[in-house]
């Protein structure tokens, strides 16, 4: 299954309130406290940072906010999340195998991956969930055949 199949999956399942293919995105100036209403208001796990909507500058998740808070406490919600985000944003391309993509999650310890095109401007977001929601599917439609075919349907 590629990037393209997951992104296609979304549109039918979508967060209340959120359109499936909409990509959330918030200001890198814009403070930690606004984001943390943003992800606790629409409940999502992260947002991609960028100063106009198409190019990610970086990624802030609940993990980065948590880190944040233990180290410095709750006046750090006034901090600009230039400060506090991930600055190295892992992409991947539509074409890109979800498997392999679920495998360097995993690996680097992330749960949100933005689609970009070969301009680097965004097309989606896949989460960890897509991409194992999509292996599921996958596995489904495997079993369902090799049981067609031992029951020589």
Do not use: W, Y
Not at 17 to 34: N, S
Not at 41 to 56: H, I, Q, T
Not at 93 to 119: C, K, S, Y
């Amino acid at each position: 299954m590629l990037v393209n199949q997951l992104l296609s999956m979304k549109t039918a399942s979508g967060k209340p309130g959120i359109e499936a293919q909409t990509i959330l995105t918030i200001r890198p100036e814009a403070t930690l406290g606004e984001a943390v209403r943003m992800l606790a208001d629409l409940r999502v796990g992260a947002v991609v940072v960028s100063s106009d909507g198409r190019k990610p500058q970086g990624i802030l998740s609940e993990r980065d906010i948590v880190r944040q808070l233990g180290a410095h406490g709750p006046d750090v919600l006034s901090t600009p999340i230039a400060e506090v985000m991930t600055r190295d944003v892992q992409t991947c391309t539509l074409a890109e195998d979800a498997l392999a993509i679920l495998e360097r999650m995993t690996q680097g310890r992330f749960r949100h991956l933005p689609v970009v095109d070969d301009n680097g401007e965004m097309l989606g977001v896949v989460s960890i969930g897509d991409a194992v929601s999509g292996r599921l599917k996958e596995l489904a439609a495997e079993k369902e055949a090799l049981t067609g075919m031992i029951m020589g349907a």
